[in-house]
């Protein structure tokens, strides 16, 4: 999709980290906007900011674990626009136990982001694909996944972006097999500057809470080391740029992650390749 001016583009968890750098992004290249977040405050915030910047805007309230507010989503993006073009399924969530093992973390957790990170962007497809395919012009789904996707953990949140990294490979393979003008990418970021380890804020209270301090002394340790990685890591500007390049250039990978995460990569993909036991991962 290589001409954004005047197009529209739909993104969820907006309203900050690199939802909105990727709304920016795209409000930049000339593009309409939808946002959508769970977080009212932080969604008006940012819908009035590119707003006074000159880009045209609509911001939904959307919890994305709730199919039906998504399809609602869809519809006033039709409504507001009259097309869609660009979907970018990027809402997530983590909890601090980010490095539990299987059996450690709660069912309330697996429940919470399974229901957000995998779900969330099932129901975006869902409610997207099908009309951006009908219209039949061209379109672009980005859906956000991690390092973690690519990479092997027993924890609710690598199982989900490993989730989000199957479907959106089936999806790219489904709409090229049917010579769609719709295509996809997986982004995986990899150490990003943002506050996804705050995400509890946003927790529904059926899902519970999960206090760090109840986590096992290691995963403690872990967690604490792992939010100073986060707050030397990169941009959501960066990872933005390179959604709006891969776009452009009809890219399915996005990985915007630093080099020693990208050789961790290559190792998992080749002990897979040669049938070879798994290499632990390294410390912090």
Same mark, same amino acid.
């Given at each position: 999709?290589?001409?954004?001016?005047?197009?529209?583009?739909?993104?969820?968890?907006?309203?900050?980290?690199?939802?909105?750098?990727?709304?920016?992004?795209?409000?930049?290249?000339?593009?309409?906007?939808?946002?959508?977040?769970?977080?009212?405050?932080?969604?008006?915030?940012?819908?009035?900011?590119?707003?006074?910047?000159?880009?045209?805007?609509?911001?939904?309230?959307?919890?994305?674990?709730?199919?039906?507010? *998504?399809?609602?989503? $869809?519809?006033? !993006?039709?409504?507001?626009? +009259? /097309?869609?073009?660009?979907?970018?399924?990027?809402? =997530? &969530?983590?909890?601090?136990?980010?490095?539990?093992?299987?059996?450690?973390?709660?069912?309330?957790?697996?429940?919470?982001?399974?229901?957000?990170?995998?779900?969330?962007?099932?129901?975006?497809?869902?409610?997207?694909?099908?009309?951006?395919?009908?219209?039949?012009?061209?379109?672009? *789904?980005?859906?956000? $996944?991690?390092? !973690?996707?690519?990479?092997? +953990? /027993?924890?609710?949140?690598?199982?989900?972006?490993? =989730? &989000?990294?199957?479907?959106?490979?089936?999806?790219?393979?489904?709409?090229?097999?049917?010579?769609?003008?719709?295509?996809?990418?997986?982004?995986?970021?990899?150490?990003?500057?943002?506050?996804?380890?705050?995400?509890?804020?946003?927790?529904?209270?059926?899902?519970?809470?999960?206090?760090?301090?109840?986590?096992?002394?290691?995963?403690?340790?872990?967690?604490?080391?792992?939010?100073?990685?986060?707050?030397?890591?990169?941009?959501?500007?960066?990872?933005?740029?390179?959604?709006?390049?891969?776009?452009?250039?009809?890219?399915?990978?996005?990985?915007?992650?630093?080099?020693?995460?990208?050789?961790?990569?290559?190792?998992?993909?080749?002990?897979?390749?040669?049938?070879?036991?798994?290499?632990?991962?390294?410390?912090?």
């Amino acid at each position: 999709m290589q001409h954004l001016q005047g197009r529209v583009a739909v993104v969820t968890g907006a309203g900050s980290g690199i939802g909105l750098a990727m709304a920016r992004r795209f409000a930049q290249a000339g593009m309409k906007l939808v946002l959508a977040d769970i977080e009212q405050t932080a969604l008006d915030r940012a819908a009035a900011a590119l707003a006074s910047a000159g880009a045209q805007v609509r911001a939904v309230r959307v919890d994305v674990g709730e199919p039906a507010q *998504v399809q609602a989503l $869809a519809d006033q !993006a039709w409504q507001a626009f +009259g /097309a869609v073009h660009l979907v970018c399924n990027n809402a =997530g &969530v983590a909890s601090p136990a980010l490095r539990t093992r299987a059996w450690e973390s709660t069912l309330a957790d697996w429940a919470w982001i399974l229901r957000v990170n995998l779900m969330g962007v099932l129901h975006g497809v869902r409610a997207f694909v099908p009309r951006m395919l009908e219209e039949g012009d061209e379109g672009h *789904v980005v859906n956000t $996944a991690s390092v !973690a996707g690519l990479l092997t +953990g /027993a924890n609710p949140y690598h199982v989900s972006k490993h =989730g &989000v990294a199957c479907l959106t490979e089936g999806l790219y393979r489904d709409l090229r097999s049917m010579g769609a003008r719709v295509s996809a990418s997986v982004l995986c970021p990899g150490l990003i500057r943002t506050a996804i380890l705050d995400a509890e804020r946003n927790r529904p209270s059926e899902f519970g809470r999960t206090e760090l301090q109840a986590l096992p002394q290691d995963v403690q340790r872990w967690a604490e080391g792992f939010r100073r990685l986060l707050e030397g890591g990169y941009e959501p500007e960066a990872v933005a740029d390179a959604v709006h390049d891969a776009v452009v250039a009809d890219r399915y990978y996005i990985i915007p992650a630093q080099p020693s995460l990208q050789e961790l990569i290559r190792v998992r993909m080749q002990d897979i390749v040669e049938q070879r036991n798994p290499t632990l991962p390294p410390p912090i």
